[in-house]
């Protein structure tokens, strides 16, 4: 049995990956540092332990196989494990290179843009799964239903989160153009990951890349709403659809609640009636460009799909109701860029309008801790009523000019202040808002408590 060494193990990329080769037959051991669930729960689940903290001794003696994650803190100058790993004459890769094998004779399809990606991603394969189909999948978040966010299937069709962000400290390419895409949905393309991409033109790179790759009898789905993916799509030598476009695949007569309907659309054609639990005009977008790829693929019938989308609940962290035993709904929205932030606030607003809304903010992505970006804090709060931040992470700090949280909590203005921790934020509440925490990260691991805090105030 060959065996796999995993260095940052308990990342999501990593995890997943670590548990397609389980499936392929390896052994899998593993190390990592400051790690929370879901993730390392999925890999007890799947009887995968490793080590903590990271040490040289960690790495068996036998290991066929070295993969070590992006994570910053992964450099041979700092890390005495993935040193070791260097110089330890065994074969060392990326998770991206290993999908790269995984993938090279399968019809994938890979979903990329700078928001959307792990919902539709989720909802690809969830619609497969259910209509008895059985592909591989590869999510980059962990989604209600699933027994883990991989699965290496038996079906010709390989569905994968494509992350335009780069492979591994050692490669600068970005993970998507590993995956052989033969399909590719595009949600869009606005400027994010500001530490590695500083300029918007820099950004587009990568996915000008992955268009041009797409073969001839390829198939692209582009979301028609957002101006960058329409105009990567001009250059593809695939076949175009898009989505959101009312000339195109798009959505009528939306009856928004905590069950949605809408009526699915082809141009003038009605396709078939669609019904979700997700929350947001966001993810009926996400909906619609789903369907498009499934139904244009002749994947699924309309009926197959509309059991599907009636029954995903939905990814964990992406507008997730964290306290059904509390009468203060507490939903997280993964606010990691302006635009998730942006499409949460709506989405909650859209649902809950008569509320008032508290936003319980931290922040941990590059593209909300860099000065440059500042300018954001001016309106992207603007329909709260209160806004808890929380101290920027500082990991990573040095790469770029780091903004305080002083100055998030001024540019924001009168209606923020600082988080003064989970029963803090319930003895602020009076019983008839909605709360929305905003973090790609756990609230410095005060997450859950918040949670408990606020149902222990206000229960159902």
Not at 189 to 212: C, G, K, S, W
Not at 245 to 254: E, G, S
Request: proline letters at 6%; hydrophobic letters at 40%; charged letters at 20%.
């Amino acid at each position: 049995m060959r065996k796999a060494h995993f260095i940052g193990i308990a990342g999501k990329g990593m995890s997943a990956t670590a548990l397609l080769l389980r499936e392929a037959g390896w052994q899998i051991s593993g190390s990592d540092e400051g790690f929370y669930p879901p993730v390392s729960d999925y890999l007890r689940a799947a009887n995968i332990s490793f080590a903590t903290p990271y040490r040289k001794e960690n790495i068996p003696a036998d290991a066929d196989l070295i993969v070590i994650s992006k994570n910053a803190k992964l450099v041979p100058e700092s890390n005495e494990e993935v040193a070791a790993a260097f110089t330890s004459g065994k074969q060392v890769r990326s998770f991206p290179d290993i999908l790269s094998d995984l993938t090279e004779e399968a019809e994938t399809i890979v979903v990329a843009g700078s928001y959307g990606k792990s919902t539709i991603t989720a909802l690809l394969a969830w619609c497969l799964k259910q209509a008895g189909k059985d592909p591989s999948y590869f999510i980059g978040e962990v989604t209600k239903g699933f027994n883990a966010h991989a699965h290496a299937g038996k079906g010709d069709v390989f569905i994968l989160e494509g992350d335009e962000y780069p492979s591994a400290n050692w490669d600068p390419t970005s993970k998507f153009l590993h995956y052989h895409a033969k399909n590719v949905l595009l949600t869009s393309a606005t400027h994010d990951h500001v530490n590695v991409f500083p300029t918007h033109a820099e950004y587009l790179t990568p996915f000008r890349a992955l268009i041009a790759s797409l073969p001839a009898d390829g198939l692209l789905v582009a979301n028609a709403c957002e101006p960058q993916a329409r105009a990567l799509a001009a250059a593809s030598p695939a076949r175009t659809v898009f989505y959101s476009d009312p000339a195109q695949w798009h959505a009528r007569d939306i009856r928004y609640g905590l069950r949605t309907a809408f009526m699915l659309m082809r141009g003038g054609d009605q396709i078939v009636g669609l019904t979700t639990t997700l929350l947001g005009a966001h993810n009926v977008e996400n909906i619609v460009g789903a369907s498009a790829m499934l139904l244009e693929k002749d994947l699924l019938t309309a009926e197959e799909l509309a059991a599907g989308i009636a029954s995903f609940e939905g990814v964990k962290r992406r507008m997730e109701n964290l306290s059904p035993d509390s009468r203060v709904p507490v939903y997280e929205g993964f606010g990691s860029s302006y635009e998730k932030a942006l499409a949460a606030i709506q989405a909650t607003k859209l649902h809950f309008p008569d509320k008032p809304l508290v936003i319980v903010f931290e922040p941990h992505t590059f593209s909300w801790r860099n000065r440059a970006y500042l300018h954001l804090y001016d309106t992207i709060f603007a329909e709260a009523g209160k806004v808890f931040v929380l101290p920027p992470e500082t990991q990573g700090a040095a790469t770029h000019v780091q903004v305080t949280q002083a100055e998030i909590l001024t540019r924001i203005g009168a209606r923020s202040e600082p988080y003064p921790g989970p029963d803090g934020v319930a003895r602020a509440l009076s019983g008839n808002e909605v709360v929305l925490i905003q973090t790609s990260g756990s609230l410095r691991d005060t997450l859950s408590q918040l949670v408990d805090a606020v149902t222990r105030a206000f229960p159902a």
